[in-house]
């Protein structure tokens, strides 16, 4: 993808903090921070969100992602990570190449990452949701 920051990024054409880097993938400290140490798994390869990735990928994805949250908390000194992901801009994605978001937390902080507030799961939600989905799995 010629106008991909994140295509730049990962594949070294534009400089990076980077903490961690192999074949497939490339892993920077985010330049607006939610904690001390925030980073970004970033694969090599163009896939704009998780449904564009192949299985295969994911899964390396995933388990890259694991070993270097592990790394990041003790070189950052936190005491929980947090793993999030975001896909399509109502979810909260604005850099369209997918990206895992690896957040520090520390206890002297409180919870800095990605934060909701819970609501009630209510009938009909969970009626629509239950019956609808086994049409599209
Ligand atoms: P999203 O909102 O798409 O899940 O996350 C995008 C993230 O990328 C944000 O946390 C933002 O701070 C970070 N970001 C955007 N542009 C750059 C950049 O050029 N370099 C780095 N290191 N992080 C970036
Ligand atoms: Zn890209």
Same mark, same amino acid.
């Given at each position: 993808?010629?106008?991909?920051?994140?295509?730049?990024?990962?594949?070294?054409?534009?400089?990076?903090a980077?903490?961690?880097?192999?074949g497939d993938?490339?892993?920077?400290?985010?330049?607006?921070?939610?904690? $001390?140490g925030? +980073?970004l798994? @970033?694969?090599k390869?163009?896939? &704009?969100?998780?449904?564009? #990735?192949p299985d295969?990928d994911a899964?390396?994805?995933?388990?890259?992602? $694991?070993k270097v +949250?592990?790394? @990041?908390?003790k070189?950052?000194? &936190?005491?929980?990570i947090? #793993?999030v992901?975001n896909n399509?801009?109502?979810?909260?994605?604005t850099?369209?190449?997918?990206?895992?978001?690896?957040i520090?937390?520390?206890?002297?902080?409180?919870?800095?990452?990605?934060?909701w507030?819970p609501?009630?799961l209510?009938?009909a939600?969970?009626?629509e949701?239950?019956?609808n989905i086994?049409?599209?799995l």
């Amino acid at each position: 993808m010629e106008d991909c920051i994140f295509c730049k990024i990962a594949n070294g054409e534009i400089p990076s903090a980077t903490i961690y880097e192999d074949g497939d993938f490339r892993a920077i400290l985010d330049l607006g921070p939610a904690s $001390k140490g925030h +980073a970004l798994l @970033l694969p090599k390869k163009h896939y &704009a969100d998780l449904f564009e #990735i192949p299985d295969e990928d994911a899964a390396k994805a995933f388990t890259t992602a $694991k070993k270097v +949250a592990g790394a @990041l908390m003790k070189a950052a000194g &936190a005491e929980g990570i947090q #793993i999030v992901q975001n896909n399509g801009e109502a979810a909260g994605q604005t850099v369209f190449h997918l990206h895992i978001h690896m957040i520090p937390g520390y206890k002297k902080d409180g919870h800095p990452g990605a934060v909701w507030n819970p609501g009630t799961l209510n009938d009909a939600d969970r009626n629509e949701i239950v019956e609808n989905i086994k049409k599209y799995l």
